[in-house]
């Protein structure tokens, strides 16, 4: 590996151990956004609002112990929906985080796709980036829905990363000018898709994460997916785009 | 090791991975507590009241993918008094946990013992089993407090464990009546202090933790002192007292 950096774009450092930081620092990953989450679906708008707190406070000050730059996201995830979710929006316009997320849809019901809106509206009007999930199941319609969200507010193309994109939905996601977040996790994208995605589009605007977090073992996914693309001969400039370079400057960090 | 099964009677589950855990249940931790702690002062009382919800729902479905039987213990502590607390404790009267923990002083101010006795006067009306915290600083003086509330609220021997004591404070604390808590971590107890301690007191109303959370690394403490028991010749059913026993009988699991 030695000398490519990685900004991993997407993971829960939450779900992840202070030892477990060190050794993503260890194997080159320099930066992580830790996008909200909360593994049940809370009852009170202050637990987002206290865990954007803990994002920006406690997080931070674990990664700095790791040697991990963590970039906190603040965010309405759609499972994460909670009564009264508009105190949470007034946070957002009061905090002023430097990114939104994780937001997106899950299933398009309606109360979704209006918390989706609410925090997209203000992302335009704060001029912050998204990092916008899309789900495992139905993830073509779902994407579909996502996008005319997008549109039907003309949210700024550039201010978007679509997440977890699949080799059926990354087409129209770069074609539309979107940029695309490319999860390497059992389930998600391998490193073979990865490899096929960046010989097809080439490596602008797109950037990879792991998407670790809670539940999920692998917090390296990243690196090894960087191992495999220099194996296979891609060049190292297109490597460090899609590893670090767009998502550092996406994310203005 | 292999046949001593050890229950971690204090541990913080969310700041260990879903690896993490795998290994802890490999090494041979069977059962632990999973005590509420929030890493920032939560400003609202539903973030700890979504914590108890995601302890109860989401620690213990981590546990059971891990081979290891997570006991969730709600309550208060001394560094995590939000405004409104009161609404804490009657979630905490309604939902009935099977543990209160951690709760306890930290500096003893005046709204410290306000809550502790509020959560104690609760567990002793509604037979709860508590683990009390004592801090690291001015640890002698800030148990005797502790002590004092206890006292004044003719709180059931039976029912408190005093956790991470020390060398110095462990005499009085079973004279007493109380179990105590044997924390080994670095900074707390050794495994050479465990192995003083049971030598000077037997192994009655004394279970061993690591405390293992959300910055610390070493989760398998506990591991590590029964082994170094094991080799110093302590009794096999004097080490499955403090390594299992007591706090499955203490806890009523």
Same mark, same amino acid.
């Given at each position: 590996m030695g000398h490519i950096e990685i900004? #991993?774009?997407?993971?829960?450092?939450?779900?992840r151990s202070q030892k477990e930081l060190s050794e993503m620092s260890n194997s080159g990953i320099k930066t992580v956004n830790s996008c909200a989450f909360y593994p049940v679906r809370p009852r009170y708008p202050g637990t987002l609002i206290d865990l954007f707190r803990k994002l920006e406070e406690f997080e931070t000050y674990r990664g700095e112990k790791a040697g991990l730059k963590v970039v906190p996201a603040f965010g309405i995830h759609p499972r994460c929906i909670p009564e009264n979710w508009h105190e949470v929006i007034d946070f957002l316009e009061e905090s002023q985080p430097k990114i939104f997320g994780e937001i997106g849809l899950e299933t398009a019901e309606k109360a979704e796709v209006e918390v989706l809106k609410a925090q997209l509206s203000l992302a335009k009007k704060l001029d912050i980036p998204c990092i916008i999930h899309t789900p495992r199941g139905n993830k073509a319609e779902i994407t579909q829905k996502t996008l005319k969200s997008l549109e039907e507010?003309?949210?700024?193309?550039?201010?978007?990363?679509? #997440?977890?994109? &699949?080799?059926?939905?990354? &087409?129209?996601?770069?074609?539309?000018?979107?940029?695309?977040?490319?999860?390497?996790?059992?389930?998600?994208?391998?490193?073979? #898709?990865?490899?096929?995605?960046?010989?097809?589009?080439?490596?602008?605007r797109l950037m990879i994460n792991s998407d670790t977090g809670f539940t999920s073992l692998d917090y390296l996914s990243t690196v090894r997916a960087v191992s495999f693309l220099l194996e296979k001969g891609v060049e190292m400039e297109e490597i460090k785009r899609i590893a670090f370079e767009n998502a550092k400057e996406f994310f203005r960090v």
């Open positions: 900004y #991993d774009s997407h993971i829960h450092s939450e779900g507010l003309r949210f700024p193309e550039q201010l978007a990363v679509i #997440d977890h994109v &699949s080799l059926e939905t990354v &087409s129209e996601i770069l074609n539309r000018g979107y940029h695309a977040g490319l999860t390497v996790e059992e389930g998600k994208l391998s490193e073979r #898709d990865v490899l096929e995605i960046i010989e097809k589009f080439g490596p602008e």
